[in-house]
Nanobody, 123 residues
Framework: QVQLVESGGGLVQAGGSLRLSCAASGRTFSNYAMGWFRQAPGKAREFVARITWSGGWTYYADSVQGRFTISRDNAKNTVFLQMASLKPEDTAVYSC????????????????WGQGTQVIVSS
């Protein structure tokens, strides 16, 4: 059974940084992509970034391009989201998800989800 566990969320001031982690277990992910999504209060969940387990190909939403970096540690089955220059509008619950579609960037294309971790950016 696939399990995704996020960690690393918290409260940070605007301009600060945080690193989120997503530990994956339950199967081999070499032919999968891992994505990060976020959902702010009262808003729809939105795509943030994606990385392929094999090859490490990345893709970012325009809103985070240049500020966030997604990476992975294949040996530990863990994906990271390094967030810098954080803004109050980055406040959301951040969730990781796994997809067999290596170019997936919409919620419906992802098969398994974690519970999420809260990020709050104060102004």
């Amino acid at each position: 059974q696939v399990q995704l566990v996020e960690s690393g969320g918290g409260l940070v001031q605007a301009g600060g940084s945080l690193r989120l982690s997503c530990a994956a277990s339950g199967r081999t992910f070499s032919n999968y992509a891992m994505g990060w999504f976020r959902q702010a209060p009262g808003k729809a969940r939105e795509f943030v970034a994606r990385i392929t387990w094999s090859g490490g190909w990345t893709y970012y939403a325009d809103s985070v391009q240049g500020r966030f970096t997604i990476s992975r540690d294949n040996a530990k089955n863990t994906v990271f989201l390094q967030m810098a220059s954080l803004k109050p509008e980055d406040t959301a619950v951040y969730s990781c998800a796994v997809s067999r579609n290596l170019v997936a960037k919409v919620e419906s294309q992802y098969d398994y989800w974690g519970q999420g971790t809260q990020v709050i950016v104060s102004s």
